[in-house]
């Protein structure tokens, strides 16, 4: 393999890490407007429509075991997106996404039969410590916000486990149903807290734009990389997941960090790749 064709996959990542993030900050401009659960309806249902015309997945019917296992994943992807956004309306984004990968590390960690793994929940935890405020040192963050991180942190774990399920259906089709059964659950919530507001050309351009950048460009790059990419290796990669969200808040929102909330953030991701790097293989 070539050296521009082994760093691709690695800017994949690097190139979804930034969409997801800097959609998410787009995002945040438009709370005010219509709300979170406003955004998120538009962000899941443009998302799922784009996906669901493209893959075409009711070509192959599902069978009942199929559906339900679908019907759960896609249930777990809505709550995460109302919740993960309910928390960027109330505390910086790279706080709250550092509070939500403590879903996926508990996943590896929780199918690991190692004791050096609880290594990496004690850095963890340590992160966590440092960044809630449990003690007299800890920035103030609001409570409410922290809650929906925590709450996405457990839904994005139930959605890897519930998307390990599906995953047999293939990529592309998993995806599209999932979407379709997370817009279900989030676009009814959207459109009760934002009203009319949501269908203004104006809001649907906007919403165009956070589903692409936080949906469909990602998920088409992470794809591509996890076609090339070990799965410990692109764990590693996707752990600085919360720097990157901690970076496009500062430029695009100029939410600023105290260092210990930095500290904080790099236990987390440490945690993340440690995890990663030293699972066992499947």
């Not at 992160?127 to 003690?135: A, D, K, R």
């Not at 599209?176 to 009203?195: E, K, Q, R, Y």
Request: with cysteine; glycine share 10%.
């Amino acid at each position: 393999m070539t050296r521009a064709g082994a760093l691709a996959p690695g800017l994949a990542i690097l190139a979804s890490m930034v969409s997801v993030n800097a959609g998410a900050a787009w995002a945040k401009h438009l709370f005010p407007v219509v709300g979170s659960a406003g955004v998120t309806a538009l962000r899941v249902g443009i998302a799922a429509l784009l996906l669901m015309s493209v893959t075409r997945p009711w070509r192959t019917p599902l069978r009942r075991p199929d559906a339900l296992n679908v019907a759960i994943y896609g249930l777990m992807l809505g709550a995460m997106n109302l919740l993960i956004y309910g928390a960027f309306a109330r505390i910086p984004i790279g706080i709250a996404v550092a509070i939500e990968v403590t879903g996926p590390l508990a996943v590896v960690i929780l199918s690991s039969r190692r004791a050096r793994d609880f290594a990496w929940v004690a850095c963890a935890a340590a992160g966590l410590w440092l960044l809630l405020p449990l003690h007299a040192g800890a920035a103030a963050l609001d409570p409410v916000g922290v809650a929906y991180a925590l709450g996405a942190a457990f839904c994005w774990a139930m959605y890897i486990v519930f998307g390990k399920r599906v995953s047999a259906l293939g990529g592309g089709r998993a995806v599209a149903w999932g979407m379709l059964a997370a817009s279900v659950f989030a676009v009814p919530v959207g459109v009760a807290t934002a009203g009319a507001a949501l269908f203004t050309p104006a809001m649907l351009l906007g919403g165009l734009s956070v589903a692409l950048l936080s949906s469909a460009l990602p998920y088409t790059l992470e794809m591509m990389a996890l076609a090339r990419l070990p799965q410990r290796v692109f764990g590693i990669l996707v752990s600085a997941g919360p720097a990157v969200a901690a970076l496009a808040g500062f430029l695009m929102l100029d939410e600023r960090l105290a260092a210990q909330q930095w500290l904080a953030i790099l236990l987390v991701i440490f945690a993340s790749a440690g995890a990663a790097a030293t699972a066992q293989r499947a």
